[in-house]
């Protein structure tokens, strides 16, 4: 069964400081994987897409990875500022599929 | 911008109720998706549809139905309303070999 395991669960930073969020998966065949940003009560919000020959790509302040042959992606978030609060979330599409599999969130809170 | 419109941030609905959760997409996307949100859950997908007049079951079709009669909307459909179908429902678009999808700021359905 396709799954996307993310870790951890949730995470409480200082303003200023960085992190990483980290996610699995057993998708197979693997087509993309992205990831999200949700603030609470909104809906998700892509930073990233990455297909199979990316093993980096970053958006301002996050930079994500991928290493398609240990399937696992990381989010790493520099400087991070109390906007940063959200829900982040992993997303797996598989070759020759509409349907995407859906991590459960990393919860981020940043503190000043 | 491009955009995902749901018509509804919060709904409050009886049990029994008929509810209709309305979603238009202005980028002339081939496919069109329902999930549902709920916590320690993550997404699930309800419905999706490739085309017009077109409808495909995802994880979770139990409880409801959905209809596309234009390529710009797609409508889910509680045909009676219970409260285990509490939850954050998000409409997604996409075109037919994108890796993006695009979310809507999602609708907090309540159900009494």
């Known amino acids: 069964k396709n799954q996307v395991e993310q870790s951890p669960q949730s995470l409480i930073i200082l303003e200023g400081k960085n992190c990483t969020l980290q996610?699995?998966?057993?998708?197979?065949?693997?087509?993309?994987l992205r990831w999200y940003k949700q603030d609470t009560g909104r809906g998700p919000v892509s930073l990233t897409i990455?297909?199979?020959?990316?093993n980096t790509k970053s958006n301002g302040r996050y930079t994500a990875t991928l290493d398609a042959d240990t399937k696992q992606s990381s989010l790493h978030i520099t400087a991070s500022q109390l906007s940063d609060s959200a829900s982040y979330i992993c997303?797996?599409?598989?070759?020759?599929?509409?349907?995407?599999?859906f991590g459960k969130g990393t919860k981020l809170s940043v503190i000043p | 911008d491009v955009k995902v419109t749901q018509s509804s941030r919060y709904l409050v609905k009886r049990t029994g109720e008929k509810v209709f959760l309305e979603c238009v997409q202005d980028m002339d996307h081939e496919n069109m998706f329902w999930y549902r949100q709920d916590p320690g859950l993550g997404l699930r997908l309800i419905y999706f549809s490739y085309d017009v007049k077109m409808k495909e079951k995802g994880d979770i079709p139990e409880g409801y139905s959905v209809s596309r009669e234009k390529k710009e909307r797609f409508s889910l459909i509680l045909e009676s309303a219970s409260t285990n179908q509490t939850s954050m429902y998000l409409c997604a678009s996409n075109n037919r070999g994108a890796h993006g999808y695009t979310f809507g700021s999602g609708t907090r359905l309540t159900v009494v």
């Open positions: 996610c699995n998966y057993t998708v197979s065949p693997f087509s993309n």
């Open positions: 997303v797996v599409k598989g070759a020759g599929s509409y349907q995407l599999t």
């Open positions: 990455m297909t199979f020959s990316e």
